[in-house]
Every structure is written in C-alpha cells, then in structure tokens.
C-alpha cells in the first residue's frame, strides 16, 4: 500500500541535505569525506521516499545500489543517472567514520549536487503525481 505521508516525510529529510550541500558547495573547510556523507543521505532519503510511494517497506539499509535494484524490481523507472550514484554508498558509514582511503579529493561538487538534485526533483514529481490522482 503507497504511503505517501511517510514519502512526504522522507523526501523532505532529503531536501535538507541537499540544501546542505548548496550551502557547503565552495566550503573548503569540509571535507569530502563530509559532503559526500550529506550526498549519500539525501540520495538514501529520497529512494526510501519512492520506495514508501510505491508502497515497499524499504529495508533500513544505507547501500544505494540495493535500494535502486528494488525500484527497478518493482518496475519503477529507474535512470542511469540515478544509477550511477551507487559510488556514494561508502560515504554513509565507512568513509564517515574512517576505516578506509579518503574519497577521491577531486570531488566535483557542483556536478554531484546536480545529480543529486535530480533525484530528489523525480521523487518530488511522482509524489506530487501520486498527490493529484487521488
């Protein structure tokens, strides 16, 4: 069953983090190990939002790359694009707490934000869809 109060709600934690990351963008005082973190969250929250919208009681997991194959295996439309931000999965715990090599230090971060944004603009669509058919 959709649940669209708890899509709501995920997608605006998403949209926390994103501002965070607008605000952060030219900050070189954090890191990328930081903004990647953020990055990952708002990517996370937003997939949970789809996953709650398309009525999937998400796992309490952090890995991008399941949370994206269980949209797909769901039939949900999932872009390429959206694809390609599996490589911010390590950002949610082990380059978050150390434990593993800094994150690449050429992190292009406007770029990251665009893609980011993009996600978190398609949940904000289908929620808004999902709002007006019912």
């Given amino acids: 069953m959709r649940d669209r109060k708890n899509a709501i709600m995920m997608l605006a934690l998403a949209k926390e983090d994103l501002a965070l990351l ?24 937003a997939l949970k939002a789809w996953l709650a919208l398309a009525g999937v009681d998400y796992p309490k997991i952090h890995d991008l790359q399941e949370l994206l194959a269980i949209l797909a295996g769901r039939g949900e439309a999932v872009s390429e694009g959206f694809m390609d931000l599996r490589f911010l999965t ?14 690449d230090p050429h992190l292009e971060r406007a770029t990251l934000i665009e893609a980011v944004a993009a996600v978190v603009e398609h949940v904000e669509r289908l929620i808004g869809a999902a709002g007006s058919s019912s």
Wanted: no cysteine; net charge negative.
């Fill in 22 to 45: 607008e605000v952060l963008r030219d900050d070189d005082r954090i890191s990328n190990r930081l903004f990647g973190f953020h990055a990952q969250q708002a990517v996370e929250k």
């Fill in 90 to 103: 390590p950002f949610a715990v082990l380059f978050r707490y150390g434990g593993a090599e800094e994150p």
